[in-house]
């Protein structure tokens, strides 16, 4: 059993396969963390967090009990307003102004398996993966309103998900101004480091790791979009914890809009860490009988380093996060016409690329933006999701006829959130944008922001997207989302629940995208926004993998693939060859390398098949072809950091089969070093007894690879790289 209550101690302990998480009830009134790291057992005893009396500057709630203060107690869902003076997860406004309340321990249940959150994404356990639900319920008795603290620990997943849900059971409306999902205190403890992937647009998932010091970090996006600058991801690590061992205390939210992420350390030494919506935007009525959920928190603990971070997240996100469909299923080498055409095709030049794309062995033709409206430039037609037939006299139908006659596939882009004012969807509804009346509407990339939250809209882009869907045969969709959210009012809402229009644009999102990936499930879908402003497990709930980054450099790509892995596994990015001088940077690396980056995901071609010189046109087929022979390991193997971009001896990564029997090491070279000895790259994960392979015969045992290494073949220049291919015999 996952989920231990213990009466006489009032205690809930949670265990997943490694982890233990557990919890005590304070004087029958206030649940309080008292422990999470490796799995343990206590002995039947109570006080596991040994409060003391503080100063009066920390003052106590219960007259009888002067060891107790908010201001040092681990609480497992703060508000603000009495003694607790760090950031709280909850601060609600009552009908009289007031916003103080008193969230006492209620009662508790224990569920089998789990229930998603209302309308929101998130991880598919059920009881068969060793998966149970604690709800412990709080109670505030002037408001009558309740608060349910969920807690689904996984077993064989190792992770417990959290997630808040309010209901206001009084007779006065209340309102919410923030609800988190997830909070944890560390009693006592605060050596710790904070890390975050941040970065910007074409520079997405750099990885950021500080000392926690006595200073709070807010790792948020406001952009009503997870965003390319922060990824909703928050851990605390030790400062010896490296990619191999030490803890690792994470949380990641399932949840694609604004987000805000807290870690902080008080004056008692007690570490805050939190996740849920962001502050700032958000605010939600909460009437009589109401009730309100927040996106799911994902807890993983790891006591083997980051490396095993990562396992737990690649595995839960594979198997439990994104579509059921997709989990096992391989993905197509595709090519893309975006870098290789922009604006620039027609029909002519879109069939002269899926002739040249078919004999290089790619499977999947994506036609990019410009398909659509009246669609030359960014500068009009996002909305009017009907084919150009000036552009594509014959259809989409007849390309995506030409595709399949050769036995490719046929993808399409579209931005469904977006419309451009020169188009004819803005001149019929020039109230379905996001916009504060009277104010001025800003426009990034020429374009504004659907309201996503009105039904209407969901509706109209729905009916348009599933008819070009059904009617021209489409084996893939790449869903954009280019701009990030400004003038965040809605026509459709009364004046007190504007600020509540961003999450309401989530949620319209999300119904959106389940209607479409339930009405199509055979159809992959791609998400995207300007490259990975929306990596997040939101999205990969509906749409199984993300085009990484508009950065195509094979350079750039190590660092924003390496971030990217922290969190999801290989098979959940696109990555591209794309030619050179590179587009965004200018960077020239060679063609093999730009495969080696792109084929450590899911490989894709994104360049003007039709420039490549005969010697290149060889290596891309061979790319393809040995790519097809090593897929299911890449997209479904255990994926393990080596050596890190920041490194001077290069880059490295590797991915293990789930059955051990093949072994795949990446190393990239960074700049060429004179009089360099080259660099032996010690391996993991392997059988320590079982001999392997290379390509070229040399055998090795899985103890040598791994405790002497393995010696790289020296480079041939700046930007080289090697993929060894080992299998065990
Ligand atoms: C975004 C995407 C690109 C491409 C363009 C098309 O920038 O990230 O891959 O689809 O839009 O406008």
Redesign the pocket.
Known sequence: MSIVYKEKEEQFHLHTRNTSYIIEVLEGRYPVHAYWGRKLRFTDRTGLVDLREVCSFSPNPLDSNKTLSFDTMPREYPDYGRSDYQSPALSITDSSGSHLIDPVYDSFRIEEGRSLPQGMPGCRLTADDGCDTLVLTLRDSILDLYIDLYYSVSEEYDVIIRRTEIRNCGNKPVTLNKVLSSTVDFYGDSDFEVMNLYGAWTRERQVSRIPIGRSGHLVDSKRGASSHEQNPFLALLRPETDEFSGDVYSMSLVYSGSFMAEAAVNSYGKTRMQIGLQEIDFQWQLEPSGSFTTPEALLVFSPDGLNGMSGIYHRLFRERLCPAPWSKRERPVLMNN?EATYFDFNEEKIKALIDEGHSLGMELFVL??GWFGRRDS?ASGLGDWFTNLQKLPGGLKSLSDYAHRKGMQFGL?FEPEMISPDSDLYRSHPDWCLHVPGRYRSEGRNQLVLDMGRQEIQDYLYGSIAAILSENGIDYV?W?M?RNITEAGSAALPSERQKETSHRYILGLYSLMDRLVNEFPEILFES?S??GGRFDPGMLYYMPQT?TS?NTDSYERLFIQWGTSYLYPPVTMGAHVSEVPNHQVKRITPIETRGNAAMSANLGYELDLMKLLPEEREKVAKQVEFYKKIRRTIQFGDFIRLLPPSSDRGTAWMTVSDDGAEVLVFYFGHLLRPNDLGCRLKLRSLDTDRLYMTEDGEKYYGSELMYAGISLPPLDCDFDSRLIRLQAI
């Open positions: 975006w990019d933006d960014d882009w790449k954009d280019n995207c300007g490259g085009w508009d």
